[in-house]
Structure formats: C-alpha cells, structure tokens
C-alpha cells in the first residue's frame, strides 16, 4: 500500500502563534483517515499547507508523490478540497460555482454532479447569498464529489448538515472509499470518524498525539468494568493498571488497563461476579484522555 | 424588549472598531484646514490681494465648477474655497462607507445575527450606525472648524464652514442609511450612495458654472456652499440638512421595519442552474463578479464626459468682465480657457480612473479575506492566474473609462465648435494620457496585495496624499520633489500643452515593475483570511 499523505516535523508559526509544532501524519492510499482534534488544534493549517495555501516553516510534506507548494497546480487536478467555512459568491448560483470549481479542477463529470445534487437535496438555481449554512456547504460536497479525484480533503465537512443529510454524506465517503479513493476527513465528531474512519490521527496543540486504527488506540487503553459482587474482594484497587476504583456497598467500578484486564477479571471471578458490564473505551474517552490537560490530572487524586 | 435595547453597546463596538480610522480622518482634514488658511494669509496679505483673487478665480468657470465660487473677497472665503465643496464630497463620501461599515457590511457578515441573537433591539445596529455616523461628522466638522479659528480666522465663519462639513457628513451617512436597506450587499450600498453623491456634485458644478444658480439648492453639497462661511455666514441654511437627514433616517426605519434580517427589499430571483461559457476561469469570474461595478462606473463617465465637453464650450462665452476678457485673449484666447478647463478636469478624471484601479486590487483581497480564494487556489489555478484577472481589470478597465470620457467630451465639445471628428481624437488622447499615472498607482496596489496583503488599503492614503498634494501642495508652496511624489504631477496638463514621452515611459515602466514585484511576491506568500 502505497502512501498518500506522508507529513514529518511539519511546523507552522502565525507571528507568535505556533499553529503546528513538528506535525507527523501518514494516510495510506484507499483508506479513510481521521483527522480528529478540538478547534485550534491545527486540522485546517494542515490542510491549508497540504493544499499549498500556507507555505511550511519547516518540516517534510509529501502529498500523492509531489510537493504540495511546489507543485500545487498539478497536485490540485488529483484532489478536491472541502473547507470548513464555506464562501460562496453572493451573486453566482450554487449550479455555476459547482461548474466553476469543476472546470478549474480540470473537468467533471456530468452524471455524478446531476447524482449528488439529487442525493443532497440541492436546488443549484438559488444564488450564494441565499444558501443556509447547510446548504453552503453541500455545494462545496458536490462540487467536491463530482470531480471523481483520487484523493479528498474534508474539512470538518458536516458541521453543518442535518442528521438525515450527514446520513447521506456518510453513504457517500463509504462509496468512494469502495472505489479506492483516499479521504482525510477532519472532524471534531467522534462518532463521525468511529463510523467512517479506517484510522485516527489526533493532534494536540499542533502536535500528533495518537495514530492508529481504533483497535490500536482502545487496545493501548482502558475499559470500564461495572460490577456487582457477592462477597468483598481485597487488592482489587491496588492491582497493577486499576484506576478510578470505587466501591459502594457490592458495587464496584473501575477502569483497567486492557494490558491488566486479564489478571482483574481472574480476582473479581474470585468474589463471585453477580453482574458485570464490560465497555471498551469510546473515541470519545480516548479523546478526552489525551486532552486532559496536566493540571487536571494531578488535581485528580490516584 | 424595546427595538433599540442594546443600542449603547453597539455604538461602543463601533467606536471601538474605529477608534483609529476615524481620529486619523478627523486630523487630517483639520491639517487641512489649518494649513490651507496659514497659506492663503501669506498669499493675499492684504484687502486688494484678496479682491484680486477673487475676481481672477470666479472668472474660470473650470475653476467654479470644480471647487465653487469664491462668495466674498474675504481671507476666510478665499481660504475654503477649494475645501468647501469638494471637501464635503470628502467626508460625505467618508460618512457613506462608516455607515454601511456598520450596518449592511456587518448583517452582510452574519455578525449582525450573532449581536441580534443577544440582547439587541430590531432597529438596534441601525440606530447605533447613525448615531457613530453622525457624532463623528459633527466632531470632524468641529474640529476642521477650530483648525481654521486656530489659523487666524473669524470664530464665526469657521464655525459655520465646520457645521456646512458635518452637514453633508449627516445628510450622506443619512443617504447610506437608506440604501443599506435596499441591497444585500453592502458594496451595493455604498455604490448606490456614491453614485447620489456624484450627482449631487455635478448638480452644484453645473449650478456654479453653468446655472441655473438655483440648482445649487438642490444639491446637499450646495447647501454646504451655501452657509457661505466668512462671506455672511448664513446660519439657517444649516437646518436644511438636519431636516432631510431627519427625513432620510425615517425612511431608512420605515425600510427596515418591512424587511428581515439579512434581506435587501430587492427580491432574489432563481439563477441559471449551470454556469455559462463565459464563467470558465479565474478571469471569467473576475469579469463577471465586476462587469455590472465597471458598467456602472462606464456609464457614470460617459456622462460626466457629456457634461465636461457641453461646458467647456461654454467657458469662453461665460467670462463677463471686460478685464478677464482682455486677459485670456492675451494669454491666447478662448481656445487656451477651454483648453485649460478640461485639462483641469482630465487630471481630476485620472486620480478618480487610478481609484478604480486601486478598487479592483481591493476587491481581491476582500475576495481572500472572505475565504472565497481558497476554494479557487484549491483547484488546478496558478496564483498567476487568478491575479491577472485583477490585474487586467485594473490596467485595461481604466483605458476603456478614460477613452470613453475623451470620446464623449470630444463630442460634445466638437459638435459646439464643428468638428466633432477632431476634437474626438484630440481629446481621446488627452484623456488617454493620464494612463500612466493611474497604472503607478494600479501597481501600487498590487504590490501591496503581494507584500502585505493587509495593508492593500494603504493605497487609498496614497491616492489621497496624492490628491492633496496636487490641489494644495502648489499653495502651501511645498517643495518641487514632494510635488514630484505624486505620479500625477507628472501627467501632461493636456489638452493644449506639449507632451513629452519621457515622464509617460517611466510612469509606465515604474507600474510596470510594481505589479511583477506584487506577482511574484504573491506567489510566495500565505493565502490569509
């Protein structure tokens, strides 16, 4: 498998803002890549550096084997961008702008546009000004899907969808990914990116902080156990890679290391487990663990 | 919830987005102001001097029709002549973009919704751009005013020449008002007020110079001439703005009270749901984003051309004292009168040709700062490209306008004096002379667009300096090689002067050199919002 994307110790300063601090990122070919981090993280100046919009301080940037600022142009015919914050011209239609945009693209494709204009429920006669937000950005998705690229950069993409057309975009990056195109979604939607992605990639602060499929990332994490005993069992909060133990009456509750889970399953099975629920960490709770800042750790007693 | 809760808070926001843009304004006009007088007493020192002066400026009609007469051989009166009118256009025209900056400009931003959504009343934002819009033409006017009293002239007419300002700062901002109601798209508003202003001006030149001198009354900028400071200071006169202002805001609440939130009274029709052959590229969407703006603007000087070619046949038939007779004749005739009037006029139409230019380089950053480059530079355009769209515009759009203002003057002019095929060529190329100068200045923006994308604004204090060392620089007796800043001074004085092709070839060459630095530099630099 060949790479798409491939980012190493990218770094990018706005004055004193220091927007990406040595950046790492790799998306394979074919795979849906998520590009997971809160506002200000730095999602969008990466993508705005992959698309040659800013130019790299410093750092290593390949995308689909050239030099996104260098050979912006030629790069740009292979790939369509969706931004996160959709302009449109407030006197062009949104019919004209998909046209526009699939023209300097390099051409597009007639049936597909006629597609996901009936698929998003678009009418391309209103005027720009005219467009809710929603619609704003379903014309920067047609237009996008349209173009039948090889590689697709979505920027937070749904922010402004409603559930039934988030639906509906969703059908579509699964169909594309089945036609072997690579999409680097960024989102802040967690059960988006569980949904779509083959992989996660999420930043911090400019910085990548974890990097996997999701079986990667929940297995260097931990479970939650919930459990009803019939008799006490000792050490239980003492053993290796137990957190956040509390106990009320037979009632227990922890989160475990799922490297540790074998050995805190074996002492609960030794009180005699009533009930017991069992949840794998959700994106979200990896999220928040990498988010959690220094301070509030430490204010968290052990 | 009363429609104008929250109205203080906005103002503050106002205030406070402009608490730079406005105190600059405000001093320069009182330099201006300041300077202007101190020069003017150490030009006419005495009684006759100023008699003289008088006599000489209200002979040429060239004169009366761009700045006004002078209304009484007084210091005062020959100190403002020049400002009166045309610095009102000024600050009306400052007045405008204050007020549609603060209300289309921020609903047409959907910030307006954002304020809306807290506690903010309907007519909240509209109340509160007036208020700004006209304290700050009143603190302008007071000021530009005490400048003058600080320069030596009487209290009283410099009051009343600061009041007749703010006057035509509250009836525009009043006029912006009103069509920020109407359009979507506060570039629409504010062109729709620019274009009342333009004809407001060409009313009182037409009034000054050409009469019927009644004319005058209808015009907010006659009305500013009309107070005639230092020459009986006219206080009532004042009123009449206050009243239509009155009148313009009550209209601008009866607008706003029918329309919604971010909608203009002009109805959205459905478009085409393809995009035509036209719209291909980055040039075809430049054209078609600025094709109604430059009709607009083509229609405008294919009329001010009809004007200026009708009235310089009439400059040699209006002069009526004998004396001012005997002298144009000796200075080489009524020819030589017309001659200068519409060179007068020509330079003025280069500096108006340069600000298009200049706004053709700010439409493009707006473009940016609004997110719609990135979309664009996404997709397989060079940066090269999308600027020369732009650049296009603003080198080729000023030949067309200037060549259509030489072609209507010649025929209007021509067809008074016989040979309207003659004058047409002659004066097309007049007018086509002052090319260089606006390219300078299209190259400047440009650069600045390259450099500091930020700063592209910065052109228009260019322009103005500009502009103010060409009207007053001769008069504060500034040295030659400020003068020579200007690219403007360097534009032959045509028609009727000898032109020389070496300050052209360099003024040229100089835009020339400012837009490739601004191309390349482009290339190199963030696309920012």
Same mark, same amino acid.
């Given at each position: 498998?060949?790479?798409?994307?491939?980012?190493?110790?990218?770094?990018?300063?706005?004055?004193?803002?220091?927007?990406?601090?040595?950046?790492?990122?790799?998306?394979?070919?074919? %795979?849906?890549? @998520?590009?997971?981090?809160?506002?200000?993280?730095?999602?969008?100046?990466?993508?705005?550096?992959?698309?040659?919009?800013?130019?790299?301080?410093?750092?290593?940037?390949? #995308? /689909?084997?050239?030099?996104?600022?260098?050979?912006?142009?030629?790069?740009?015919?292979?790939?369509?961008?969706?931004?996160? %914050?959709?302009?449109?011209?407030?006197?062009?239609?949104?019919?004209?702008?998909?046209?526009?945009?699939?023209?300097?693209?390099?051409?597009?494709?007639?049936?597909?546009?006629?597609?996901?204009?009936?698929?998003? %429920?678009?009418?391309?006669?209103?005027?720009?000004?005219?467009?809710?937000?929603?619609?704003?950005?379903?014309?920067?998705?047609?237009?996008?899907?349209?173009?039948?690229?090889?590689?697709?950069?979505?920027?937070?993409?749904?922010?402004?969808? +409603?559930?039934?057309?988030?639906?509906?975009?969703?059908?579509?990056?699964?169909?594309?990914? %089945?036609?072997?195109?690579?999409?680097?979604?960024?989102?802040?939607?967690?059960?988006?990116?569980?949904?779509?992605?083959?992989?996660?990639?999420?930043?911090?602060?400019?910085?990548?902080?974890?990097?996997?499929?999701?079986?990667?990332?929940?297995?260097?994490?931990?479970?939650?156990?919930?459990?009803?005993?019939?008799?006490?069992?000792?050490?239980?909060?003492?053993?290796?890679?137990?957190? +956040?133990?509390?106990?009320?009456?037979?009632?227990?509750?922890?989160?475990?290391?799922?490297?540790?889970?074998?050995?805190?399953?074996?002492?609960?099975?030794? @009180?005699? &487990?009533?009930?017991?629920?069992?949840?794998?960490?959700?994106?979200?709770?990896?999220?928040?663990?990498?988010?959690?800042?220094?301070?509030?750790?430490?204010?968290?007693?052990? | 919830?009363?429609?104008?809760?929250?109205?203080? *808070?906005?103002?503050?926001?106002?205030?406070?987005?402009?608490?730079?843009?406005?105190?600059?304004?405000?001093?320069?006009?009182?330099?201006?102001?300041?300077?202007?007088?101190? *020069?003017?007493?150490?030009?006419?020192?005495?009684?006759?001097?100023?008699?003289?002066?008088?006599?000489?400026?209200?002979?040429?009609?060239?004169?009366?029709?761009?700045?006004?007469?002078?209304?009484?051989?007084?210091? @005062?009166?020959?100190?403002? =002549?020049?400002?009166?009118?045309?610095? *009102?256009?000024?600050?009306?025209?400052?007045?405008?973009?204050?007020?549609?900056?603060?209300?289309?400009?921020?609903?047409?931003?959907?910030?307006?919704?954002?304020?809306?959504?807290?506690?903010?009343?309907? $007519?909240?934002?509209?109340?509160?751009?007036?208020?700004?819009?006209?304290?700050?033409?009143?603190?302008?006017?007071? $000021?530009?005013?005490?400048?003058?009293?600080?320069?030596?002239?009487? &209290?009283? !007419?410099? #009051?009343?020449?600061?009041?007749?300002?703010?006057?035509? @700062?509250?009836? =525009?901002? !009043?006029?912006?008002?009103?069509?920020?109601?109407?359009?979507?798209?506060?570039?629409?508003?504010?062109?729709?007020? &620019?274009?009342?202003?333009?004809?407001?001006?060409?009313?009182?030149?037409?009034?000054?110079?050409?009469?019927?001198?009644?004319?005058?009354?209808?015009?907010?900028? !006659?009305?500013?001439?009309?107070?005639?400071?230092?020459?009986?200071?006219?206080?009532?006169? /004042?009123?009449?703005?206050?009243?239509?202002?009155?009148?313009?805001?009550?209209?601008?609440?009866?607008?706003?009270?029918?329309?919604?939130?971010?909608?203009?009274?002009?109805?959205?029709?459905?478009?085409?749901?393809?995009?035509?052959?036209?719209?291909?590229?980055?040039?075809?969407?430049?054209?078609?984003?600025?094709?109604?703006?430059?009709?607009?603007?083509?229609?405008?000087?294919?009329?001010?051309?009809?004007?200026?070619? !009708?009235?310089?046949?009439?400059?040699?038939?209006?002069?009526?004292? +004998?004396?001012?007779?005997?002298?144009?004749?000796?200075?080489?005739?009524?020819?030589?009168?017309?001659?200068?009037? #519409?060179?007068?006029?020509?330079?003025?139409?280069?500096?108006?040709?340069?600000?298009?230019?200049?706004?053709?380089?700010?439409?493009?950053?707006?473009?940016?700062?609004?997110?719609?480059?990135?979309?664009?530079?996404?997709?397989?355009?060079?940066?090269?490209?999308?600027?020369?769209?732009?650049?296009?515009?603003?080198?080729?759009?000023?030949?067309?306008?200037?060549?259509?203002?030489?072609?209507?003057?010649?025929?209007?002019?021509?067809?008074?004096?016989?040979?309207?095929?003659?004058?047409?060529?002659?004066?097309?190329?007049?007018?086509?002379?002052? #090319?260089?100068?606006?390219?300078?200045?299209?190259?400047?923006?440009?650069?600045?667009?390259?450099?500091?994308?930020? *700063?592209?604004? $910065?052109?228009?204090?260019?322009?103005?300096?500009?502009?103010?060392?060409?009207?007053?620089?001769?008069?504060?007796?500034? +040295?030659?090689?400020?003068?020579?800043?200007?690219?403007?001074?360097?534009?032959?004085?045509?028609?009727?002067?000898?032109?020389?092709?070496?300050?052209?070839?360099?003024?040229?060459?100089?835009?020339?050199v400012l837009v490739a630095a601004g191309v390349v530099a482009f290339r190199r630099r963030d696309v920012v919002g």
């Open positions: 498998m060949s790479t798409a994307i491939e980012i190493r110790d990218l770094r990018k300063s706005f004055g004193h803002t220091q927007a990406l601090d040595g950046l790492d990122l790799t998306v394979e070919t074919g %795979e849906v890549h @998520g590009f997971l981090g809160p506002n200000g993280a730095g999602k969008t100046t990466t993508l705005r550096l992959l698309l040659g919009l800013l130019r790299a301080d410093a750092g290593e940037m390949r #995308l /689909l084997g050239g030099d996104p600022w260098r050979d912006a142009v030629a790069l740009h015919r292979r790939l369509a961008y969706v931004p996160g %914050e959709v302009s449109l011209w407030p006197n062009l239609t949104g019919g004209e702008v998909i046209d526009l945009l699939g023209r300097l693209r390099g051409g597009l494709d007639p049936k597909r546009r006629r597609r996901y204009l009936e698929m998003f %429920e678009l009418d391309p006669r209103t005027k720009g000004r005219a467009y809710s937000k929603g619609n704003r950005q379903k014309v920067a998705v047609v237009a996008a899907l349209a173009s039948d690229v090889e590689l697709l950069l979505l920027d937070e993409p749904t922010s402004g969808l +409603d559930p039934l057309m988030e639906q509906i975009f969703r059908e579509c990056v699964r169909e594309e990914r %089945e036609r072997g195109r690579t999409i680097l979604l960024s989102s802040h939607i967690l059960s988006e990116a569980e949904a779509l992605c083959d992989r996660v990639s999420i930043i911090r602060a400019g910085r990548l902080v974890d990097s996997g499929s999701l079986d990667e990332l929940r297995h260097l994490s931990r479970t939650t156990i919930t459990a009803r005993l019939s008799g006490a069992v000792d050490g239980l909060a003492h053993l290796p890679g137990v957190h +956040d133990f509390t106990a009320d009456g037979d009632h227990v509750r922890l989160t475990v290391d799922n490297t540790e889970l074998a050995s805190v399953l074996g002492l609960l099975s030794r @009180g005699g &487990v009533r009930s017991l629920t069992s949840n794998p960490p959700t994106l979200e709770e990896l999220f928040l663990r990498h988010y959690r800042t220094d301070a509030d750790r430490t204010a968290v007693p052990a | 919830m009363s429609t104008l809760t929250g109205t203080g *808070a906005l103002i503050r926001l106002a205030l406070r987005r402009d608490r730079i843009r406005l105190p600059v304004w405000t001093a320069v006009f009182t330099a201006v102001t300041a300077s202007s007088a101190a *020069a003017t007493t150490a030009v006419y020192p005495t009684t006759g001097d100023q008699q003289a002066a008088v006599d000489s400026i209200n002979s040429v009609p060239a004169l009366v029709a761009l700045y006004g007469p002078v209304y009484a051989p007084t210091l @005062g009166a020959t100190s403002v =002549f020049k400002l009166t009118a045309f610095g *009102a256009a000024l600050i009306a025209l400052l007045m405008i973009f204050t007020a549609v900056r603060h209300t289309r400009a921020e609903e047409e931003a959907g910030r307006r919704e954002l304020l809306g959504s807290a506690v903010t009343g309907r $007519f909240a934002g509209l109340a509160a751009g007036v208020v700004v819009t006209s304290v700050s033409s009143l603190v302008l006017g007071f $000021f530009s005013g005490a400048g003058l009293a600080a320069a030596g002239l009487p &209290v009283a !007419g410099s #009051l009343a020449f600061g009041l007749g300002w703010a006057g035509a @700062g509250l009836v =525009f901002g !009043g006029v912006a008002a009103v069509t920020a109601q109407l359009t979507k798209s506060a570039r629409a508003a504010s062109g729709l007020a &620019v274009v009342a202003l333009l004809a407001a001006y060409f009313l009182r030149a037409v009034a000054d110079s050409a009469g019927p001198r009644w004319l005058s009354w209808a015009s907010p900028i !006659g009305w500013t001439q009309q107070v005639r400071p230092y020459a009986g200071d006219v206080w009532w006169v /004042l009123v009449v703005p206050l009243l239509v202002t009155a009148a313009l805001l009550v209209v601008a609440v009866a607008l706003a009270r029918v329309r919604d939130i971010d909608a203009g009274l002009l109805p959205d029709r459905a478009g085409p749901a393809h995009a035509g052959r036209s719209l291909r590229g980055a040039g075809g969407l430049a054209w078609r984003l600025n094709r109604a703006n430059l009709a607009a603007w083509l229609a405008g000087y294919v009329l001010i051309g009809l004007v200026l070619g !009708g009235l310089a046949g009439n400059v040699g038939k209006m002069l009526d004292s +004998d004396g001012a007779r005997a002298l144009i004749t000796a200075l080489g005739g009524t020819q030589a009168l017309e001659n200068a009037f #519409l060179a007068a006029e020509f330079s003025m139409a280069g500096v108006i040709t340069a600000a298009y230019a200049i706004t053709a380089l700010v439409h493009l950053r707006g473009e940016e700062r609004a997110l719609r480059v990135e979309p664009l530079l996404a997709t397989a355009l060079d940066r090269r490209r999308l600027l020369a769209g732009y650049l296009l515009l603003a080198a080729v759009a000023p030949v067309v306008l200037l060549a259509a203002l030489g072609v209507t003057a010649g025929l209007a002019y021509g067809i008074r004096t016989g040979s309207p095929g003659a004058e047409v060529t002659r004066l097309v190329g007049a007018a086509l002379a002052q #090319l260089p100068a606006v390219w300078v200045l299209a190259g400047l923006a440009a650069a600045l667009f390259g450099f500091l994308a930020r *700063a592209v604004a $910065f052109a228009w204090v260019a322009l103005t300096a500009f502009l103010l060392l060409g009207e007053f620089g001769t008069l504060l007796k500034l +040295d030659a090689w400020v003068l020579d800043l200007s690219p403007f001074t360097h534009s032959p004085k045509l028609p009727g002067a000898s032109v020389q092709a070496a300050p052209l070839l360099w003024l040229t060459a100089l835009g020339v």
